[in-house]
């Protein structure tokens, strides 16, 4: 599938679902990006629970959307 492709596909999608793919490709591109990897896994191993968050915090973070 060509870029033009892709690009009309997404034209055809709903706000939401542009939302979705706009949070997919970030997550994607950070992925890719060690310094994203070596600190999340910093905080991941974080022991102290003065840095951690609920779970709802957590929600509202990854998912802003869903709040509106």
């Known amino acids: 599938m060509s ?3 892709l690009k009309a596909e997404v034209d055809r999608l709903s ?4 939302e979705e793919l706009t949070s997919y490709l970030i997550f994607r591109d ?5 310094r994203y990897i070596e600190k999340l896994s910093q ?4 022991k102290n629970p003065a840095n ?4 709802d915090e957590a929600e509202k973070r990854l ?3 869903a709040e509106k």
Do not use: M, Q, S, V
């Open 3 to 5: 870029i033009a492709e």
């Open 15 to 18: 706000p939401d679902e542009r």
């Open 30 to 34: 950070r992925l890719d990006d060690p």
């Open 43 to 46: 905080k991941i191993d974080d």
């Open 52 to 55: 951690w968050i609920t779970l």
């Open 63 to 65: 998912f802003p959307a």
